[in-house]
């Protein structure tokens, strides 16, 4: 299936050009660990979830098409909805059960080279810690093969919290932003286990690794 088309992918890289502009004069975006990033596509962008700022701080750091699982209660929204007509790379999830077609269409636009932010805390932090990570990236990438960035985003808390329905006007010096990328956590390292062991595994691995890059500085 044909998601995005030459002009889409046109409109994408200049919003995302944008947003990046924006937060890296605003509020001094630094970028860690962009080397890590496998190259081509195909690949899980595993990220902390602390903020309304998430999508759009991970999104523009990220030089390849990117699509977002996102819960369906957020299609009611006309701002989503344009949005998702825009640039098709929204896939909804139903929360709070596991959710066979998300998933599904998760893997099938991995095989297609495409990049799946997916927010493994599964909701937004309440006091700007990291939560625990759930099996979701892993269980995709089992069943893909495809690796797993752990990205941890700072001061998006303090931005925007989930408490306020608009973000802090206050840019650099009050308030910075950064976007940490871990090493992809590859399948090929956990062949010594086999089904519900191999997730729980790549789980703790993730969780991890995710708490390392939050703790790092």
Same mark, same amino acid.
């Given at each position: 299936?044909?998601?995005?088309?030459? *002009? &889409? $992918?046109?409109?994408?890289?200049?919003?995302?050009? /944008?947003?990046?502009? /924006?937060?890296?004069?605003?509020? +001094? #975006?630094?970028?860690?660990?962009?080397?890590?990033?496998?190259?081509?596509?195909?690949?899980? #962008?595993?990220?902390?979830?602390?903020?309304?700022?998430? *999508?759009?701080?991970?999104?523009?750091?990220? *030089?390849?098409?990117?699509?977002?699982?996102? &819960?369906? @209660?957020?299609?009611?929204?006309?701002?989503?909805?344009?949005?998702?007509?825009?640039?098709?790379?929204?896939?909804?999830?139903?929360?709070?059960?596991?959710?066979?077609?998300? #998933?599904?269409?998760?893997? @099938?636009?991995?095989?297609?080279?495409?990049?799946?932010?997916?927010?493994?805390?599964?909701?937004?932090?309440?006091?700007?810690? !990291?939560?625990?990570? %759930?099996?979701?990236?892993?269980?995709?990438?089992? &069943?893909?093969?495809?690796?797993?960035?752990? @990205?941890?985003? %700072?001061?998006? /808390?303090?931005?925007?919290? $989930? @408490?306020? %329905?608009?973000?802090? +006007? !206050?840019?650099?010096?009050?308030?910075?932003?950064?976007?940490?990328?871990?090493? *992809?956590?590859?399948?090929?390292?956990?062949?010594?286990?086999?089904? $519900?062991?191999?997730?729980?595994?790549?789980?703790?691995?993730?969780?991890?690794?995710?708490?390392? #890059?939050?703790?790092?500085?």
């Amino acid at each position: 299936m044909l998601y995005y088309n030459f *002009p &889409r $992918r046109v409109i994408y890289r200049v919003a995302r050009f /944008f947003v990046y502009f /924006f937060l890296r004069i605003y509020y +001094l #975006l630094k970028i860690k660990g962009l080397g890590n990033l496998p190259e081509g596509g195909g690949y899980i #962008l595993a990220v902390s979830h602390q903020s309304f700022l998430d *999508p759009f701080l991970a999104g523009c750091c990220i *030089p390849h098409y990117i699509c977002f699982m996102a &819960r369906t @209660t957020l299609w009611k929204k006309l701002y989503f909805r344009f949005v998702d007509f825009l640039f098709r790379n929204s896939i909804p999830l139903k929360r709070g059960t596991p959710d066979k077609s998300a #998933l599904k269409n998760a893997m @099938t636009r991995l095989e297609g080279g495409w990049v799946i932010l997916m927010f493994p805390e599964g909701t937004r932090s309440s006091d700007g810690n !990291l939560g625990p990570v %759930k099996k979701g990236p892993a269980f995709i990438s089992v &069943r893909t093969g495809a690796p797993i960035v752990p @990205t941890v985003l %700072k001061g998006a /808390f303090e931005v925007w919290p $989930r @408490t306020k %329905k608009l973000p802090r +006007l !206050l840019g650099w010096p009050f308030h910075r932003l950064e976007v940490r990328l871990g090493k *992809p956590i590859r399948m090929e390292g956990f062949d010594q286990y086999s089904g $519900r062991e191999k997730m729980e595994a790549i789980t703790e691995q993730l969780g991890q690794s995710m708490n390392e #890059l939050f703790d790092d500085g």
